[in-house]
């Protein structure tokens, strides 16, 4: 099969022949249908995250495709059934974690196109216990990014305990803000988009922000006048640490700020006011990925029709250059490589 295959930390990645993986106990074999390009991608070209992806791997965790070959002991999903592969590849079912619902946490999780081969492949195996089921008749391109930026932001909107009616700040729009928007608007929030890039504004007021700021130009005064006093909660979709600070800046008296973007160890640093925090009673907290429930829940908010992520196809020869455009920033929605 055709592959994209990052050799070592810092080279480009290539398109290679590779044998098509074997499905072991638990797992199966899926025919990739289409598979989505994300930020963390980047970070396991350059291995410059802590700690760093496996090398040689296959990255790619944001997968659509169908089930074609079981390994031992699995019986489901049958063969021929639309699944989706994301970040959390399996985890080890018995610590406090897990048992508590905090899977995405556990000291031994698998990380689909990290710590173990992804879907920037024609085929691509997966624990069957950890895929999401999509239902026939679902466009999987447009479906890719649920599978990563759709599962992350909605888990970041579950975490940061908004309520309906509430405001809801999302710094930075790219691909996972936008789709931050879809799933806020859904779960009844009033978006309120952040962003020092007028297109990625623009794209959050089409896909329903209430409100948007160019932080370049308005600063958090104008977004605490405009709300009444600040978002009840936010969630940084960005990596830049000025974003962090600025959204923990724009949350209200005892509101929480999410934090979901992952910088590179070199930027992992961030400057707040202490006294800010306790003198507001500000909440702030993490937010990693998404638990099988998260994910199949966020997948049927896109089956429902609420959450239509903007997607741009690239053709799956194409994915080295569709990474050095996501480097370089320019990319309002999502890259979805589909495979013919
Ligand atoms: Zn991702
Ligand atoms: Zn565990």
Redesign the pocket.
Known sequence: MQAHVITAHGKRMKLTAVAIPQPGPREVLIRVAAFGV????IHAVDGDWLPPSTTPLIPG??ITGRVVAHGQGVTAPAVGTAVGVA?LGGACQHCEQCLNGMETICAEAVSTGYSRDGGYAEYVTARADYLAIIPEGIDLVRLAPVL??GV?TYRGLKLSGARAGQFVGVVGVGGLGHIAIHYARAMGFRPVAIDIDSSKLELARRVGAEMVFDSRSEGTKAVLAATGGGCHAALVTATAPQAFEQAVEVTRLAGTTVFIGVPSAAHDKVQLSVSNIVGAERVIRGSN?GSRLDLQQAVDFAVRGLIVPEVEEVDFTQAAAVLDRLRNGRVAGRLVLRLS
Do not use: N, R
């Open positions: 994300c930020h963390s991608d965790h944001e970040w990563c930026a992350t990925v």
